[in-house]
């Protein structure tokens, strides 16, 4: 199991993705410096080199991821290499580039144009595979305006397919009504399951593109309940969708829930973020996990998890049992 298909779209992408926002560098949003940690550029793209080596073909990244510089270090790394890829962005969130500020939001046709365009100018192509929406909107007839011109854009060559980064099952219904509508991004991982988006990308042969599939980290077993994490790191900021980190500290009780599937998650050798994978690919059918990684050793243990595939289904039903039972 290397490959899957990126929904409805027919275009084909390895089963694992990579999630490109925490090799942005920092950004500065409401007041606060945010990011993943220090950076480097020249191990990014080593990185992304990496990667392609070892089969992963599609990655995601957003107009705001750094206020444009992960799309830029995307161009560069896949310069003269553009027709091995798949190349999914976002757009909807306002940003100063110079500034490397990030503020409010805007979904007017117009901007979505510009945003598209400016876009395709830092990645250095003439397509994106797949644009998806980054924010949400204040109605329905918002939304399907903004499906309208995403519908132009494929028209008109500059988009092959799109979705909505977004957790609302609602709002995945909505745009899943689109003739090219090909995706929903959503948070996922074994700790935090999203049945009824699941059920919508299934019945609607959308893929299921999974970011948070590691937890935001917690998942590779490397914070125990004395790490403590930078005030500058995203997780200590305690944003909602933030749940396995609280002030900076790993969530006790997602702790406790690891370790009580730590076994079976590295089952045949498999390292614990590779379980952690295995599971997403054994949730469904249409999941695609995208995640982050800011150094080659951590794009080789994720894509190492492409040769062990899936868990089994009685597998997942044990961490279904033992996750209930340590709640």
């Not at 694992?16 to 949003?29: F, N």
């Not at 976002?90 to 046709?109: H, I, M, Q, V, W």
């Not at 995208?290 to 492409?306: C, M, Y």
């Amino acid at each position: 199991m290397t490959t899957r298909l990126l929904g409805r779209s027919g275009i084909q992408v390895s089963a694992l993705g990579l999630g490109a926002w925490s090799i942005a560098g920092p950004i500065t949003r409401d007041g606060g410096l945010v990011s993943w940690g220090a950076v480097d550029d020249h191990e990014s793209v080593s990185a992304l080199h990496r990667a392609l080596e070892l089969g992963v073909t599609f990655f995601d990244t957003s107009d705001a991821y750094g206020a444009g510089h992960s799309e830029r270090l995307l161009g560069r790394a896949f310069a003269g290499r553009r027709d091995q890829v798949v190349i999914a962005t976002k757009f909807g969130n306002l940003y100063d580039e110079s500034e490397r500020t990030l503020a409010g939001t805007d979904t007017s046709p117009d901007y979505v144009r510009r945003a598209c365009e400016a876009s395709l100018k830092r990645l250095g192509t003439d397509y994106i595979d797949l644009y998806q929406l980054h924010c949400g909107t204040d109605s329905d007839a918002e939304s399907l305006a903004v499906r309208d011109v995403l519908e132009e854009l494929v028209e008109a060559g500059k988009v092959r397919a799109y979705g909505w980064s977004t957790d609302d099952s609602a709002q995945a219904e909505l745009f899943a009504g689109g003739t090219h509508c090909t995706a929903i991004q959503h948070d996922l991982n074994l700790l935090q399951d999203a049945p009824d988006v699941i059920d919508i990308c299934e019945r609607h042969t959308l893929a299921s593109i999974n970011r948070g599939p590691l937890a935001r980290g917690l998942l590779t077993g490397k914070y125990t309940t004395d790490s403590v994490l930078p005030a500058e790191d995203l997780r200590s900021r305690n944003f909602p969708w933030m749940r396995h980190f609280v002030d900076g500290r790993p969530n006790p009780r997602s702790l406790t829930r690891l370790d009580a599937v730590r076994e079976i998650l590295r089952s045949d050798g498999r390292s614990l973020a590779q379980g952690a994978l295995a599971w997403l690919w054994a949730r469904s059918d249409c999941t695609i996990p995208i995640p982050g990684f800011k150094t080659v050793a951590q794009v080789e243990d994720n894509a190492g998890a492409l040769a062990y595939g899936a868990l089994e289904p009685s597998q997942l039903t044990e961490i279904e049992t033992l996750l209930g039972e340590a709640a």
